[in-house]
């Protein structure tokens, strides 16, 4: 990185902070605090919790998982505008009636506290585990970057965040992302056209998406009705559904962003934003990692992305045989860029036998290639276990670090923090909140006074966020940073929406009904997910369907037990 890139970057991330604790300086009372007076506008809001989803994950993560897989991952976002209309109808006004601070405190007030105590801890588990992953992606990037360890990196990280959200609160997370925001996606419209920019003078955009279609990296649309299989059009529009009626109906980090709303129409309104753009904003993000693609099809590529996992293999006595692979990779880059030509020459001669032709050769290519990463990656963890091996989610980094110009790489580098910081200061701000609300404040005998439950939050965000770094100290990528983010939440979601719905709509379930069913359904979809039965994106519908027909049953043979029928 050159002296330029430190200054933008530095500079991005310090005035993020300095600002976000400049503006919200005072606040007096737990209402300041946790919801921000109650002052933020729509476009606030929507901004806000576009952001609070937005992580560095998204940056990082997206484009490795469109590069490698293809578009497919956008079905997973189809089920999130029907949601944002059901959340607007439904939960958004029920929350502002009751001028609840925490989407748990409803739960009292229907069914009873030690259900409102179960669903707060559920949320506790699965996004405190979420904060640490999203610490962890960009202390990747920067490790790969300036070549640090990744712990050391993760404390930095983690206290920048913590910094800026004790101290200012909502308000310090809602008016902090609006310039988040602005910089992911100036960053991305800017890597965008860079890319296109660098492909050959022959390659127009038109041309660039048949070259990635030949490879199957534009396959949009999957009607495939197997559940096991992960991204397919009925998984997004159902478990997408639900996991987003959950995320945005249920999860304090997000029910936090829109209970600022100055009314029911401002929080309405940003969430409409909010499901009108998210879409479009991830296929731009998807067909970044896509163009990516096409690019490293005309330049060379690394066997392996993760410069930690190529160092580590060229140290051990892998290393010849190793060599061997990237030679073979070598070898198959310069037979694939020959086909590419070919595909292109008949593209322009519009000859269809040609075509298919040479879509073929481009596909058995592929799949060799793919043979030979995967074999270079048994290798990197024969040479050492510890290594991620997995380099989904370097492919976009290498690119940056190696392709882009002075500049444009602290920006980039600083889009992808900006988006760590939005994210995790949400996680951590609803992570305090529920903690110093629903558990310390409802539990706790005793008056006291509005400065010390301000305190109280401050600290216990504070804790959080430690536990944050340690969680994202001993992190690791698993599949797919993006991926295993969302399968923590579908793993707690679907059961927890599940337990809203009971609340909402069936009168007649009481709490303890509930609060076992509840339990029960966890520890069914926790084997579930371990065993493998469905895709986890189908977790969702599965645990909320589950905990709902439990609580019903129960319900129903407790009533019985307690009115037997009357017999002659």
Known sequence: MA????????????????????????NKDVNDYVLGGNKAKWWTIGLSVMATQASAITFLSTPGQAFHDGMGFVQFYFGLPLAMIIICVVFVPIYHKLKVYTAYEFLENRF???????????????????????????????????????????????????????????????????????IMMI?????????????????SFNKALKIAGASDKLNVLDF???????YTFWSGITGGLFLALSYFGTDQSQVQ?????????????????????????????????????????????PLNFNP????????????????????????????KKLAQNKFSAALELGEAEAIETAKQEIKFLNRKELSNRNAA???????????????????????????????????????????????????????????????????????????????????????????AILIACYANLFDNLIQLVNIIG??????????????????FVKGNAVFVAAIITQAIVIFGWYYEWMSYLWLNAFGCALVIVLACLLESFDRMLKNPPITL
């Open 3 to 26: 002296v330029l890139d430190w200054i933008i970057l530095v500079g991005t991330l310090l005035f993020i902070v300095g600002y976000g604790v400049w503006k919200t300086k005072g």
């Open 112 to 182: 009873d506290l030690k259900t409102r105590t179960l669903a707060a801890i559920l949320f506790l588990i699965q996004r405190g585990l979420a904060a640490g992953i999203t610490i962890f992606a960009p202390a990747i990037i920067l490790s790969a970057v300036l070549g640090w360890d990744l712990r050391t990196l993760s404390i930095i990280i983690g206290v920048l965040v913590i910094i800026y959200t004790v101290s200012g609160g909502t308000k310090a997370v809602n008016v902090t992302q609006k310039q988040q925001m602005f």
């Open 187 to 203: 960053g991305m419209f800017t890597a965008f056209f860079f890319i296109l920019g660098y492909l050959p003078e022959d390659i």
């Open 224 to 230: 495939d009705l197997n559940t096991k299989s992960r």
């Open 257 to 301: 962003r829109y209970l600022s709303g100055k009314s029911v129409t401002e929080s309405q309104l940003g969430l409409i934003f909010n499901g009108v753009l998210k879409i479009p904003m991830q296929f731009l993000i998807l067909l970044v990692g896509v163009l990516v693609f096409v690019f490293y099809q005309y330049n060379a590529s």
């Open 308 to 335: 930690a996992a190529t160092n580590a293999v060229a140290a051990s006595s892998y290393a010849a045989d190793y060599k061997a692979l990237e030679e073979g990779h070598r070898v198959l880059e310069a037979e």
């Open 377 to 467: 990656r048994a290798m990197i963890q024969q040479a050492d276990a510890s290594v991620e091996t997995n380099d989904k989610d370097y492919v976009f980094i290498h690119f940056i670090l190696n392709h882009l110009p002075r500049g444009l790489i602290g920006l980039l580098l600083a889009v992808i923090l900006s988006a760590a910081m939005s994210s995790t200061a949400s996680e951590l701000n609803a992570l305090g909140t529920i903690t110093a609300l629903d558990l310390y404040k409802r539990n706790r005998k005793g008056t006291f006074s509005p400065k010390h439950y301000v305190l109280v939050s401050k600290g216990f965000t504070m804790l959080w966020g430690i536990i």
């Open 490 to 507: 579908s793993i707690f979601y679907g059961n927890v929406l599940g337990i809203f719905l009971l609340a909402f709509f069936f009168k």
